[in-house]
Nanobody, 122 residues
Framework: QVQLVESGGGLVQPGGSLRLSCAAS????????MGWYRQAPGKERELVAQ???????YYADSVKGRFSLSRDNAKNTAYLQMNSLEPEDTAVYFC????????????????WGQGTMVTVSS
């Protein structure tokens, strides 16, 4: 089994910054993808950003230029730096990972964190 522990959410004023962290632990041979989804009240969950084992990143158009995703492979941890936050960024942010338990070729497994609330309000 794999556990994801998220931290860093909270309340911030518009224009402010937050950094979310997501640490993975458990039965992991390789982390192929780590990323973040978010879900605002009354809206569907959307992909915010993800990073692959080859450091290829993806960002939703709504966060490009404001959010930056990085990873520390030694710590199995991903960091989402969120700058210039807007009220529209208010949501529960869910970390997820796609891992393999053995050397490739191997099946992949997806796991989710418990979610952390980000509120952008004055």
């Amino acid at each position: 089994q794999v556990q994801l522990v998220e931290s860093g959410g909270g309340l911030v004023q518009p224009g402010g910054s937050l950094r979310l962290s997501c640490a993975a632990s458990g039965s992991i041979f390789s982390i192929n993808v780590m990323g973040w989804y978010r879900q605002a009240p009354g809206k569907e969950r959307e992909l915010v950003a993800q990073i692959t084992s080859g450091d290829t990143t993806y960002y939703a158009d709504s966060v490009k230029g404001r959010f930056s995703l990085s990873r520390d492979n030694a710590k199995n941890t991903a960091y989402l730096q969120m700058n210039s936050l807007e009220p529209e960024d208010t949501a529960v942010y869910f970390c997820y990972t796609v891992i393999a338990r053995t050397r490739s070729p191997a099946p992949e497994f997806r796991y989710w964190g418990q979610g952390t609330m980000v509120t952008v309000s004055s």
